[in-house]
């Protein structure tokens, strides 16, 4: 079974920056998309970025031009790294492992804890 630990989140103030990482066991990694969730609070899961196994990105609207996925195959790790963090990007955050269909992201079952992001204004 897949083991998804999410790491990074903190408490920042807007227009700070913040990198979350994600540690993935149980799987070959290499072979998988990876993608990052949020949920806001009182809110559904939302995608906000992803990465296919050769690097291709895809980014929610929400995120683009702030936000950028990555991932190192040797470490089996996937990050994000968030720029000029808006109040409303507060949320807990997950990752995945998943694929894409055509440009479609679909995450595997299975969620970590999540690591939470609060920024203040």
């Known amino acids: 079974q897949v083991q998804l630990v999410e790491s990074g989140g903190g408490l920042v103030q807007a227009g700070e920056s913040l990198t979350l990482s994600c540690v993935v066991s149980?799987?070959?990694?290499?072979?998988?998309?990876a993608g990052w969730y949020r949920q806001p609070p009182r809110k559904q899961r939302e995608l906000v970025a992803a990465?296919?196994?050769?690097?291709?990105?895809h980014y929610a609207d929400s995120g683009k031009g702030r936000f950028t996925i990555s991932r190192d195959n040797a470490k089996s790790m996937v990050y994000l790294k968030m720029n000029t963090l808006k109040p409303e990007d507060t949320a807990v955050y997950y990752c995945?492992?998943?694929?894409?269909?055509?440009?479609?992201?679909?995450?595997?079952?299975?969620w970590g804890q999540g690591t939470q992001v609060t920024v203040s204004s």
């Open positions: 990465i296919s196994r050769d690097g291709w990105t």
């Open positions: 995945t492992i998943g694929t894409f269909i055509g440009t479609t992201y679909k995450p595997n079952a299975g």
């Open positions: 149980g799987s070959i990694f290499a072979i998988y998309a």
